[in-house]
């Protein structure tokens, strides 16, 4: 176990150093039309793997059985492989590295070497991946790990490579979409508000005093994308309880109801931005209105479809079957509707754009009624392990400082933004923005990653005191809490933290140790005008 703690830390060092010491932006000013092409398109790479990993998730967490099972076991990887395979990584790192520095520096012209270089780098940067998995696991496990989960795995690649491709098709087939989508909205504000600009040549299209232009972005070929994926696990997922071929029409009626909502967004931003706030519509709506659209889709596919009585088979088990089926795991569901109405208060408080989030007290105060809610529900008990787990807290504090750097320019805005508020208006802020970060965002995060998923990944009870260590699970619950934040390296690496505190003691030692961190940053934003690290 220690070798592969030592393993991943590696890999997170190693990760952290090339973030640090290279500029992705000489990469993106190439003038050869072909490299320029390549990496300006790099981050369909992070969209792939982020979709993989995140409909890997799902399936996970929602199947029946237990995702983590190995049906042989193989005997972990010695010292003396495991200190030949790091070796073999520091090596491969070393000419990473000066690969790197050779790829990222200023150039104008592309050249025959700098293909060669290229080619070894992606060379060299999957050998220092592998080389640190053979010390997680041995080499049959991992076999053993793909064969049995194959077909999710197969799915998963499907999945992800239709989402990363509708960006690039979007640009390609815009055109024969923008034109319904244009005169469909055109129809739909003219039904409403009667008299419309628009300008079908130009794509632009509004009221009096709000015009926007219809681009490609706004098509809806990424949203139906979107809505294909999530239907195509929909049907993965509930497979057992759907008739086929017949099942596959929810494909289209999933897509339509993409292209449709994607036309009512465009008519609520016009309209928000005629009769409410042409800034908010540009920026917070615009920027948030997608997922919310996207969230919208998935509730109704899952509430819709299941309504849809002859795609589904007739169950006929017996009734204490039934019930065994059908019976509610309470302190999961009500994790995971805690964690929803955080997710979608954070998207709200997304709309305000400007420096001070002056909607977050809708974020704090709403996932905090949730909390209240179902509280009697969490069945959380009193911390074991206290002081283990403040002193970690407080580690995760440090952490958080040392990798993520001082942000001079946003403390200045903050602090010359909130000052030009009244005492009283800044003091109640500040309270709620405290509230939320030390009690509501820890209780929350924590009941979910540390709780629910970890404790899913690992097949043992939520509250189960001190479970045998689980590695993958770590790993993945580290790697998603991570991901909701903006500082990824920082998040999952306090990810592993708290999940060793929770493993060590239960459920509420990991909500202590986080609520220890936040109210650590706070007073030191507090203190020393840091307000980059709330």
């Known amino acids: 176990m220690t070798l592969r703690i030592a393993a991943i830390a590696l890999l997170l060092v190693e990760v952290l150093i090339i973030s640090v010491s290279f500029d992705a932006q000489p990469l993106k000013n190439l003038v050869d039309s072909q490299a320029a092409f390549l990496f300006s398109n790099l981050s369909l790479v992070i969209v792939w793997l982020s979709a993989y990993f995140g409909a890997y998730l799902v399936v996970l967490l929602t199947q029946q059985t237990e995702p983590v099972a190995q049906p042989v076991s193989y005997a972990p990887v010695t010292t003396k492989s495991a200190g030949a395979f790091f070796a073999f990584n520091l090596a491969a790192f070393a000419f990473f590295f000066w690969a790197t520095s050779f790829l990222f520096a200023e150039r104008t012209v592309i050249d025959s070497e700098f293909w060669l270089v290229f080619l070894t780098w992606c060379v060299l940067g999957a050998l220092v991946f592998v080389s640190i998995l053979a010390v997680v696991y041995h080499w049959n496990s991992w076999l053993s790990r793909l064969t049995q989960h194959k077909s999710t795995i197969a799915l998963c690649v499907l999945l992800a490579t239709v989402v990363s491709s509708t960006s690039l098709l979007a640009k390609n087939l815009w055109p024969s979409f923008i034109q ?29 005093y709000f015009i926007v232009n219809i681009s490609s972005e706004c098509s809806g070929i990424e949203g139906m994308g979107l809505g294909f994926c999530f239907t195509m696990l929909y049907l993965y997922l509930y497979r057992s ?41 540009i920026g917070g709506f615009h920027s948030q209105a997608g997922w919310f659209t996207f969230i919208a889709l998935a509730l109704i596919i899952i509430y819709l479809f299941d309504k849809i009585p002859f795609i589904k088979k007739r169950q006929e088990e ?44 809708v974020k704090a105060l709403g996932s905090m009624a949730a909390i209240l809610y179902f509280w009697k529900r969490f069945e959380l008990t009193a911390p074991s392990r206290w002081l283990e787990s403040v002193a970690l807290g407080l580690v995760v504090t440090l ?56 404790s899913r990944v690992a097949a043992h009870e939520i509250h189960e005191r001190s479970p045998q260590i689980n590695l993958f699970a770590i790993v993945i619950s580290s790697l998603a809490f991570g991901a909701i934040h903006n500082q990824w390296i920082a998040g999952t690496a306090a990810g592993v933290l708290y999940a060793v505190v929770r493993l060590r003691g239960n459920l509420s030692s990991a909500i202590l140790a986080h609520s220890v961190t936040n109210a650590s940053l706070c007073v030191y934003a507090l203190t020393h005008g840091q307000w980059s690290y709330l």
């Open 399 to 454: 952490v958080w400082v040392l990798l993520i750097p001082e942000d001079t320019e946003y403390n200045q805005t903050f602090a010359t933004a909130l000052g030009e508020e009244s005492t009283t208006m800044m003091l109640v802020w500040l309270a709620i923005r405290f509230l939320g970060s030390i009690a509501v965002a820890p209780i929350v995060e924590e009941l979910m990653f540390r709780g629910y998923l970890l």
């Open 180 to 208: 319904p989508t244009f005169a469909l909205s055109e129809v739909i504000l003219f039904s409403v508000f009667g008299e419309v600009y628009t300008d079908p040549e130009a794509l632009n299209l509004g009221l009096e």
């Open 318 to 361: 017996s009734a204490q079957q039934t019930e065994q089926a059908l019976a509610p795991d309470y302190v999961a569901t009500a994790i995971i509707s805690t964690f929803i109405v955080f997710l979608l208060c954070s998207l709200i408080s997304g709309f305000d754009e400007s420096t001070v989030n002056w909607l977050y007290p």
């Open 241 to 281: 309880q759907l008739k086929f071929p017949i099942a596959l029409i929810l494909l289209p009626i999933a897509v339509a109801l993409s292209w449709l909502f994607n036309v009512i967004r465009i008519c609520l931003l016009i309209f928000i931005g005629e009769y409410i706030s042409s800034d908010f519509a």
